[in-house]
């Protein structure tokens, strides 16, 4: 599994160096108002694609389920279904979309969303083909069709950008999901007979629709504070907020191919036995891991991204102090995802429990943003009110949860404060580094702080590895002057 996941950091760790180049260079051609503009065809546009069945999760949770239970009927069936389904789901949502664009009136909104009506349906098409060749587990090559779909959407933009405005980054993903879709389908097609059977679209919705609505809440809660600034501030400011979360999302994604990779393996055990205390090391160690790499990752923000900013877009320098507040959520979103992914899986199936999770974070994310703005606390009151949404939800997961691994984790209190050790550790870093203004202003001075908050955060890896166990240092040891 660590190989798996490696190689789908390799390809995310590729997108990122492509995508955080393309976001500033975008950013900087476009400026605050337009990239608010942009982001805010984002947010219609996403919200109008979560409406679906639910038949795409479906699939992902099924096929590897019933092929633990050795059951390639119903495994034929599942698929059949799901994906035929999910295409017609699809068009009749991306017409939609299309017919509602050409009624409105401003031709950024109007052509903006009909190309996005259109890259809908493509990138859906090359999800597909990805969620087949994931439950197949050939991960390599998914990282490399990965790799080569953003490299081609990066050029596209590059080239188009100058010429087409902010249409070329909404036509980008049409070109690089066209090229997905031809490479997955040489590999692994998708395989399925056209097929609307009554018995499993029956099934298949009543499971289905309780996971596209977790979907959809729980896009809605992710996007509940730009959606309170775009419904209240300006686009400019909007702008600002987006460049922060951005960021932030992205380092919040980064390990989560631990998930990609651990979710067909904890399907498909699941299917086997249907106890959770048989995988207990896979829960322990996957959640440890998630926790002391949010930890660094905040570290790392902090040094890193403010000059950056100030260096590369300084136009967005009003999106540091949101950024800063917004770092606390990588934290959050590390604790819960174990939790979540056990609660979403076939032997549990408590999806209507996530959504009331999501859609609780979602009102409260709201509520309170709202509330700040009104106190005139802006675009850093919307991000505290992120940060306690997001905090909710972990604790809410946390202790739902609890309940179905009992057998090995009542007792087991240290585990979650061992939680909280890393993050304490680097609040009391930075609480230093703030205390004595010790903050890059030079690119040799970040180099410089950054190695040494490297070195500063080895005792924290060490703890990881000893509870790990990733690392045996006895292996090292030297015996007759050879190593053993």
């Given at each position: 599994?660590?190989?798996?996941?490696?190689?789908?950091?390799?390809?995310?760790?590729?997108?990122?160096?492509?995508?955080?180049?393309?976001?500033?260079?975008?950013?900087?051609?476009?400026?605050?108002?337009?990239?608010?503009?942009?982001?805010?065809?984002?947010?219609?546009?996403?919200?109008?694609?979560?409406?679906?069945?639910?038949?795409?999760?479906?699939?992902?949770?099924?096929?590897?389920?019933?092929?633990?239970?050795?059951?390639?009927?119903?495994?034929?069936?599942?698929?059949?279904?799901?994906?035929?389904?999910?295409?017609?789901?699809?068009?009749?949502?991306?017409?939609?979309?299309?017919?509602?664009?050409?009624?409105?009136?401003?031709?950024?909104?109007?052509?903006?969303?009909?190309?996005?009506?259109?890259?809908?349906?493509?990138?859906?098409?090359?999800?597909?083909?990805?969620?087949?060749?994931?439950?197949?587990?050939?991960?390599?090559?998914?990282?490399?069709?990965?790799?080569t779909r953003l490299a081609i959407i990066f050029a596209v933009v590059l080239l188009s950008i100058h010429w087409l405005g902010i249409y070329g980054p909404l036509?980008?993903?049409?070109?690089?999901?066209?090229?997905?879709?031809?490479?997955?389908?040489?590999?692994?097609?998708?395989?399925?007979?056209?097929s609307l059977d009554r018995s499993q679209f029956g099934r298949m919705v009543t499971v289905g629709l309780p996971l596209a609505a977790l979907t959809f809440v729980?896009?809605?809660?992710?996007?509940?504070?730009?959606?309170?600034?775009?419904?209240?501030?300006?686009?400019?400011?909007?702008?600002?907020?987006?460049?922060?979360?951005?960021?932030?999302?992205?380092?919040?994604?980064?390990?989560?191919?631990f998930i990609t990779v651990l979710q067909p393996n904890l399907y498909r055990e699941l299917g086997k036995e249907n106890r959770l205390a048989d995988i207990k090391?896979?829960?322990?160690?996957?959640?440890?891991?998630?926790?002391?790499?949010?930890?660094?990752?905040?570290?790392?923000?902090?040094?890193?991204?403010?000059?950056?900013?100030?260096?590369?877009?300084?136009?967005?320098?009003?999106?540091?102090?949101?950024?800063?507040?917004?770092?606390?959520?990588?934290?959050?979103?590390?604790?819960?995802?174990?939790?979540?992914?056990?609660?979403?899986?076939?032997?549990?199936?408590?999806?209507?429990?996530?959504?009331?999770?999501?859609?609780?974070?979602?009102?409260?994310?709201?509520?309170?943003?709202?509330?700040?703005?009104?106190?005139?606390?802006?675009?850093?009151?919307?991000?505290?009110?992120?940060?306690?949404?997001?905090?909710?939800?972990?604790?809410?997961?946390?202790?739902?949860?609890?309940?179905?691994?009992?057998?090995?984790?009542?007792?087991?209190?240290?585990?979650?404060?061992?939680?909280?050790?890393?993050?304490?550790?680097?609040?009391?870093?930075?609480?230093?580094?703030?205390?004595?203004?010790?903050?890059?202003?030079?690119?040799?001075?970040?180099?410089?702080?950054?190695?040494?908050?490297?070195?500063?955060?080895?005792?924290?890896?060490?703890?990881?590895?000893?509870?790990?166990?990733?690392?045996?240092?006895?292996?090292?040891?030297?015996?007759?002057?050879?190593?053993?």
């Amino acid at each position: 599994m660590l190989g798996s996941t490696l190689s789908l950091s390799a390809s995310r760790i590729f997108g990122a160096a492509i995508s955080g180049v393309q976001a500033i260079y975008v950013a900087r051609v476009l400026g605050p108002e337009q990239f608010g503009v942009f982001n805010l065809i984002y947010l219609i546009g996403w919200y109008v694609g979560l409406m679906h069945l639910g038949a795409r999760d479906v699939a992902l949770r099924d096929i590897p389920y019933f092929r633990g239970q050795k059951d390639p009927v119903r495994e034929k069936l599942s698929r059949d279904v799901s994906l035929t389904s999910e295409i017609l789901g699809r068009a009749l949502t991306s017409s939609g979309l299309a017919l509602v664009a050409l009624m409105l009136k401003g031709p950024l909104l109007r052509y903006g969303l009909l190309l996005w009506a259109v890259s809908m349906f493509l990138v859906r098409m090359a999800e597909l083909y990805n969620t087949i060749s994931t439950v197949e587990q050939d991960f390599v090559f998914v990282s490399w069709v990965n790799s080569t779909r953003l490299a081609i959407i990066f050029a596209v933009v590059l080239l188009s950008i100058h010429w087409l405005g902010i249409y070329g980054p909404l036509l980008a993903p049409i070109v690089g999901s066209l090229v997905a879709v031809a490479l997955y389908s040489r590999r692994h097609p998708l395989a399925f007979s056209f097929s609307l059977d009554r018995s499993q679209f029956g099934r298949m919705v009543t499971v289905g629709l309780p996971l596209a609505a977790l979907t959809f809440v729980y896009w809605l809660y992710q996007s509940a504070d730009r959606s309170i600034i775009a419904a209240v501030l300006s686009k400019s400011e909007l702008g600002y907020y987006a460049m922060a979360a951005f960021i932030v999302q992205f380092l919040i994604q980064l390990p989560g191919d631990f998930i990609t990779v651990l979710q067909p393996n904890l399907y498909r055990e699941l299917g086997k036995e249907n106890r959770l205390a048989d995988i207990k090391g896979l829960v322990v160690h996957t959640t440890r891991a998630y926790v002391y790499l949010s930890a660094l990752a905040i570290l790392m923000l902090w040094t890193w991204f403010p000059p950056l900013i100030h260096l590369l877009l300084p136009k967005y320098e009003p999106s540091i102090p949101v950024l800063r507040i917004l770092s606390l959520t990588i934290f959050f979103s590390s604790v819960l995802v174990v939790p979540y992914t056990i609660l979403y899986s076939p032997g549990i199936n408590r999806q209507m429990l996530c959504v009331g999770i999501w859609g609780g974070s979602a009102l409260l994310t709201a509520g309170i943003g709202y509330g700040l703005l009104r106190l005139g606390y802006g675009l850093s009151g919307v991000a505290v009110a992120s940060v306690l949404g997001q905090a909710m939800a972990a604790a809410a997961f946390l202790f739902l949860t609890r309940r179905y691994y009992s057998e090995w984790m009542d007792q087991k209190w240290h585990f979650y404060l061992e939680m909280l050790g890393p993050i304490g550790y680097v609040g009391c870093i930075l609480g230093l580094l703030g205390h004595f203004g010790l903050h890059a202003s030079s690119v040799p001075a970040l180099l410089g702080e950054s190695v040494l908050l490297l070195v500063v955060y080895v005792p924290c890896l060490l703890l990881f590895n000893r509870k790990a166990g990733l690392v045996r240092w006895k292996s090292f040891r030297f015996v007759n002057g050879s190593r053993a």
